[in-house]
């Protein structure tokens, strides 16, 4: 195991055929995650950056949960979350 890489140097390796996009790797910040080929970490990668959400055609993934200081907020109650001086 090597790395963690950029995703800016791994796309630049691809380009020069280094390796294929079937290379196996895994998001740094899944340490103990599983490897998947480098073609369908491009394909997770432009579905984040296009905003589409991530698995089979149709899926709409849950709306993440409110945070407590929205929910606040939304109540009318609760303090600020951080004061300017």
Avoid: C
Avoid at 2 to 30: C, H, K, M, V
């Amino acid at each position: 195991t090597q790395g963690p890489f950029t995703r800016s140097d791994i796309l630049d390796w691809l380009a020069f055929n280094y390796f294929g996009e079937d290379l196996p790797i895994r998001a740094a910040a899944l340490e103990d995650g599983a490897f998947v080929p480098l073609g369908h970490m491009m394909k997770m990668w432009d579905a984040i950056e296009r905003g589409r959400p991530l698995g089979p055609p149709g899926f709409t993934p849950p709306a993440p949960a409110p945070s407590m200081q929205a929910q606040q907020q939304q109540q009318g109650g609760g303090e600020a979350a951080a004061a300017h001086q």
